[in-house]
C-alpha cells in the first residue's frame, strides 16, 4: 500500500526562526513528490519535484527530494506569521493514467509574532 | 478565469438524506478529482474522472457516487448521508498527463456535517 508520513505533525516556532519540514514515502511507483500550503481553504502549489538532489526554491521556500532514502524536505528561512499554514506533502505514484495523489496527514506550522 | 468552484460551500444534513456537491472549472482541464480531508489524515481520494462521461473510485469510493456529463463539471453525490461522511470535501483538476508535468488546482471546499 502506498504511503506518505509527514513529520512533525505541529509545529510551533517564532517569527524569524527557520523550520524544515519532513516527507517520507513508500510506493511502489514514483512520478512526482508534490508540496501544497493550505491555509484556510484550498491547498495551493508550492513545488513539484522528480529528480534526487535537485533543490526546488522560492523566495524563503526551498525544497529537496532523496529518492534514494525516500524522503523530502521543505525549508522555511526566517519565517513570518503568513507561513501560519497546513504544509501537505503529496506523491504521484501512477506513471500513467490520472495523477492518484497520495497525501501525507500534513504538518501544522504556527509562527508566533 | 475562476479556476475550481464548489458549491454548496457549507451544508448541514440530517443523516438518510441525500445532496450533491458541485464542481465546476473554466479551465478546459480533463482530469477532475474529489476528495476528503478529515483531521490528521490528509486528502484522500473519493473518486475521479479522466474525461467526460467517465469515472473510477479512489481510495475511499463507498457512500459516494459521481457523474461527469459535461467536462467542466464533476458531480459528487451522497445518497443516504451518514456520520462518518462529516468532512471537508475538495474538489481539483488537472489538465493532462503529460510533459510538462501538471499539478492539481483545487477548489475552495465544501464543509459538511452530517447529525
Known amino acids: 500500500e502506498d504511503k506518505v508520513v509527514q513529520s512533525p505533525l505541529s509545529l510551533v516556532v517564532h517569527e524569524g526562526d527557520t523550520v524544515t519540514l519532513n516527507c517520507s514515502y513508500e510506493?511502489?511507483?514514483?512520478?512526482?513528490l508534490l508540496w501544497y500550503k493550505q491555509e484556510k481553504k484550498a491547498p495551493t502549489f508550492l513545488f513539484m519535484l522528480?529528480?534526487?538532489?535537485i533543490e526546488k526554491k522560492s523566495g524563503r521556500l526551498s525544497s529537496i527530494l532523496d529518492k534514494k532514502e525516500l524522503f523530502s524536505i521543505l525549508n522555511i528561512t526566517a519565517t513570518q506569521t503568513g507561513d501560519s499554514a497546513i504544509y501537505l506533502c503529496?506523491?504521484?505514484?501512477?506513471?500513467?493514467?490520472?495523477?492518484?495523489?497520495?497525501f501525507g496527514q500534513g504538518t501544522r506550522l504556527t509562527i508566533n509574532p | 478565469n475562476a479556476g475550481v468552484t464548489q458549491t454548496p460551500k457549507f451544508r448541514v444534513l440530517k443523516t438518510g438524506q441525500s445532496m450533491t456537491l458541485l464542481c465546476a472549472q473554466d479551465?478546459?482541464?480533463?482530469?477532475m478529482y474529489w476528495y476528503r480531508q478529515d483531521p490528521g489524515m490528509g486528502l484522500r481520494l473519493i473518486h475521479y474522472?479522466?474525461?467526460?462521461?467517465?469515472?473510477a473510485k479512489g481510495e475511499v469510493p463507498d457512500g459516494y457516487n459521481v457523474s461527469r456529463l459535461k467536462k467542466q463539471n464533476f458531480l459528487l453525490g451522497l445518497e443516504s448521508a451518514a456520520p462518518s461522511q462529516t468532512s471537508v470535501y475538495f474538489c481539483?483538476?488537472?489538465?493532462?498527463?503529460?510533459?510538462?508535468?501538471?499539478?492539481?488546482?483545487f477548489g475552495p471546499g465544501t464543509r459538511l456535517l452530517v447529525l
Open positions: 510506493v511502489t511507483n514514483f512520478r512526482s
Open positions: 481539483a483538476s488537472s489538465r493532462y498527463r503529460g510533459l510538462p508535468l501538471e499539478t492539481q488546482y
Open positions: 479551465m478546459n482541464h480533463e482530469y
Open positions: 474522472s479522466v474525461g467526460e462521461g467517465t469515472t
Open positions: 503529496a506523491v504521484d505514484p501512477i506513471i500513467q493514467g490520472a495523477q492518484k495523489l497520495v
Open positions: 522528480t529528480s534526487s538532489g
